[in-house]
């Protein structure tokens, strides 16, 4: 399945699937971005992150894909876990002399089993 | 062994009042900051300060006060809470302040104003 982050949507899968989370961001100079998942009553956890200068990134379970020209990043969990409910957000460090990292709106990721 | 450590977790005061959130970091980094969560989850920095210098101020009221004793610590105090303020206030550290380094979030302190 595929969302947007826009005003918290919700994105619900089965256990198994693949998720696709989706971010546009806002600065053509950001140089840097940054994916997190936020736990109920936690704060935001680092996942994975991509400078500008690649367009995909892999971790464990875990895809970042970056598309400057269309100012999009994506998120993609293989195999999703009800572990991996939560709500995720993209960030973009925007570095204008000191950095500053500004989140996306988020979107819920509800994993069934 | 935290690496952000936020108290307290949970702050509940009335309308009026002034309050302080502690932060500490044992990570070693420069650089420290505020974020505030609203109740529809949008994350937005307030402050930022390296080795204890203001850096980046948002436009917060200047009810809200950061103060920096030394770099492993950023404190945030609020005079006269207003209804409004009511959020999850996170404080977060990164290594420098140029380039995109990582930066790690403590765990929050929900403060509810009546």
């Known amino acids: 399945g595929e969302s947007v982050g826009l005003h918290l949507p919700t994105l619900s899968v089965q256990e198994g699937d693949n998720s696709i989370i989706n971010c546009a961001y806002s600065?053509?100079?950001?140089?840097?971005f940054i994916w997190y998942k936020q736990e109920s009553g936690k704060g935001p956890q680092f996942i994975i992150d991509?400078?500008?200068?690649?367009d995909k990134r892999q971790g464990q379970r875990v895809t970042v894909l970056l598309n400057k020209t269309v100012k999009h990043l994506s998120l993609q969990i293989a195999a999703t876990q009800p572990g991996d409910s939560a709500v995720y957000f993209c960030?973009?460090?925007?570095?204008?002399?000191?950095?500053?990292?500004?989140f996306g709106t988020g979107t819920r990721l509800l994993v069934s089993p | 062994d935290t690496a952000v450590s936020q108290t307290p977790k949970y702050l509940v005061t009335q309308m009026g009042n002034d309050k302080s959130i502690k932060c500490e970091q044992n990570?070693?980094?420069?650089?420290m900051y505020w974020y505030k969560q609203d109740s529809k989850k949008f994350l937005k920095i307030m402050f930022s300060?390296?080795?204890?210098?203001?850096?980046i101020n948002e436009t917060v009221p200047n009810r809200f006060s950061p103060k920096s004793p030394d770099k492993a610590h950023l404190n945030l105090h609020i005079n006269s809470l207003e209804l409004g303020d009511s959020a999850v206030y996170f404080c977060?550290?990164?290594?420098?302040?140029?380039?995109?380094?990582?930066?790690?979030f403590g765990s929050g302190t929900r403060l509810t104003v009546v």
């Open positions: 977060a550290s990164s290594q420098g302040v140029e380039g995109g380094n990582g930066y790690t």
């Open positions: 600065n053509s100079a950001s140089d840097y």
């Open positions: 991509i400078r500008s200068n690649m």
């Open positions: 960030a973009e460090n925007r570095n204008t002399g000191f950095q500053k990292l500004v």
């Open positions: 990570l070693g980094h420069d650089t």
């Open positions: 300060y390296n080795n204890k210098e203001l850096i």
